[in-house]
T-cell receptor, first 111, second 113 residues
Framework: DAKTTQPTSMDCAEGRAANLPCNHS???????VYWYRQIHSQGPQYIIH???NNETNEMASLIITEDRKSSTLILPHATLRDTAVYYC????????????FGTGTSLTVIP | DAGVTQSPTHLIKTRGQQVTLRCSPK?????VSWYQQALGQGPQFIFQ???????QRGNFPDRFSGHQFPNYSSELNVNALLLGDSALYLC????????????FGSGTRLTVV
């Protein structure tokens, strides 16, 4: 599965949009992009995933570039409860392969 | 609909002892994966069980073993505990087929003294 690169940490003002970037320049055509987050000492929580089209759900939006080499997770109105470590992961479709977690981006939402 | 349940939530063991951690997957899920998360690190994949067999394994020694039962629940066993085994152990369940993500439990915090 392709590797991903994320910034180590980011800050965001409460109520503003948080835009978390992820680089996956070696992604293959059959690999999905997944985002998880982990609030301190809890299990990771699934946020969203996509293949090549932009996706939106009740938690976030996922924007994938046309060449699929990078993506951005958008939390439209960040709250203090969104403070967490965010992981961007790519995984081959329909394999059930394990998710490889890197070190993620530590997002701090500031009041 | 219950999510993934792990037990116990916290555990303290002595070096050299053995430990068993338990996981009940989310209803409808048939695959269980185990991860180890050291402080300040991302989760590291240990192994995955499907149809009661180990399907994939990460870079962990044979001291780490597991089992999956017919009801899809799973156990993680660690023998000859080392201080470095102190970590949060996470269980995740999923469907073997398709592209849905994992559902994680809250983990078991193991401390080896």
């Amino acid at each position: 599965d392709a590797k991903t690169t994320q910034p180590t940490s980011m800050d965001c003002a409460e109520g503003r949009a948080a835009n978390l970037p992820c680089n996956h320049s070696t992604i293959s055509g059959n690999e999905y992009v997944y985002w998880y987050r982990q609030i301190h000492s809890q299990g990771p929580q699934y946020i969203i995933h996509g293949l090549k089209n932009n996706e939106t759900n009740e938690m976030a939006s996922l924007i994938i570039t046309e060449d699929r080499k990078s993506s951005t997770l958008i939390l439209p109105h960040a709250t203090l409860r969104d403070t967490a470590v965010y992981y961007c992961i790519v995984r081959v479709a329909n394999t059930g392969n394990q998710f490889y977690f890197g070190t993620g981006t530590s997002l701090t939402v500031i009041p | 609909d219950a999510g993934v349940t792990q037990s116990p939530t916290h555990l303290i063991k002595t070096r050299g002892q053995q430990v068993t951690l338990r996981c009940s997957p989310k209803s409808g899920h048939d695959t269980v994966s185990w991860y180890q998360q050291a402080l300040g690190q991302g989760p590291q994949f240990i192994f995955q069980y499907y149809e009661e067999e180990e399907r994939q394994r990460g870079n962990f020694p044979d001291r780490f073993s597991g089992h999956q039962f017919p009801n899809y629940s799973s156990e993680l066993n660690v023998n000859a505990l080392l201080l470095g085994d102190s970590a949060l152990y996470l269980c995740a369940s999923s469907l073997a087929l398709g592209n849905s993500g994992y559902t994680f439990g809250s983990g078991t915090r193991l401390t080896v003294v």
